[in-house]
């Protein structure tokens, strides 16, 4: 599975972005979805992930009331709505797939089977 993640882009402290992750050639319905960040020199952290039929969710306590996943009912895309930037949000970040897993493990990286090229969110203050 190749995953697309898109959308990112440069944003001033407090404004927003959609991130969207596509595959090509196939659906990610049959997958958790999750989305990591990386900023420069620092390990790569969770964001969030959603279930395969879009009723589950969890996030990081750093995102939580401000980020929002999502997925598609065709299971094609999967969403990341960023609201309230803060500077501290800036990164890399990256949609993964993962085999169906308890929701509640989804923030481990190493649960994910496929990982997307990364789209660059730069927030100024």
């Known amino acids: 599975v190749q995953l697309q993640a898109s959308g990112g882009g440069l944003v001033q402290a407090g404004g927003s972005l959609r991130l969207s992750c596509a595959a090509s050639?196939?659906?990610?319905?049959?997958?958790?979805m999750g989305w990591f960040r990386q900023a420069p020199g620092k390990e790569r952290e969770f964001v969030a992930a959603?279930?395969?039929?879009?009723?589950?969710?969890v996030y990081a306590e750093s995102v939580k009331g401000r980020f929002a996943i999502s997925r598609d009912s065709a299971g094609d895309t999967v969403y990341l709505q960023m609201n309230n930037l803060k500077a501290e949000d800036m990164a890399v970040y990256y949609c993964a797939a993962a085999r169906p897993l308890f929701i509640g493990n989804a923030g481990d990286g190493r649960k994910y089977e496929y990982w997307g090229q990364g789209t660059l969110v730069t927030v100024s203050s």
């Open positions: 959603i279930n395969r039929s879009g009723t589950s969710t």
């Open positions: 050639r196939r659906t990610l319905g049959a997958f958790i």
